[in-house]
Nanobody, 127 residues
Framework: QVQLVESGGGLVQAGGSLRLSCAGARRTFSNYGMGWFRQAPGKEREFVAGISWSGGMTYYADSVKGRFTISRDNAKNTVSLQMNSLKPEDTAVYYC????????????????????WGQGTQVTVSS
């Protein structure tokens, strides 16, 4: 079992910013791509952003492209999600997750391709 711990969620007004962080305890953290997902009440969990194991490749959902930035620091076993220009529709519980396959050459957006998940952090954007 790999422990992932998210932090940084909270309440913010529309147009504001938040930065989410995810800390991993796995010694091979740098071998795996990471993803951020979110789940709003009554909706399915959806892909938000992903980053390759090396950090050299990123991919975003169309709904957040240009507003969110994913990054990672393999020396610190952390992955972050900088969220700017937040909208009320960004309100959800945000989860970080680890790709189940190491050294994958693409970024997968599929929930079942991610093996370990954090407990989630609530992001609420008020209008």
């Amino acid at each position: 079992q790999v422990q992932l711990v998210e932090s940084g969620g909270g309440l913010v007004q529309a147009g504001g910013s938040l930065r989410l962080s995810c800390a991993g305890a796995r010694r091979t953290f740098s071998n795996y791509g990471m993803g951020w997902f979110r789940q709003a009440p009554g909706k399915e969990r959806e892909f938000v952003a992903g980053i390759s194991w090396s950090g050299g490749m990123t991919y975003y959902a169309d709904s957040v492209k240009g507003r969110f930035t994913i990054s990672r620091d393999n020396a610190k076993n952390t992955v972050s999600l900088q969220m700017n220009s937040l909208k009320p529709e960004d309100t959800a519980v945000y989860y970080c997750a680890t790709d189940r396959r190491g050294f994958r050459m693409i970024i997968t957006t599929l929930v079942y391709e991610y093996q370990y998940w954090g407990q989630g952090t609530q992001v609420t954007v008020s209008s």
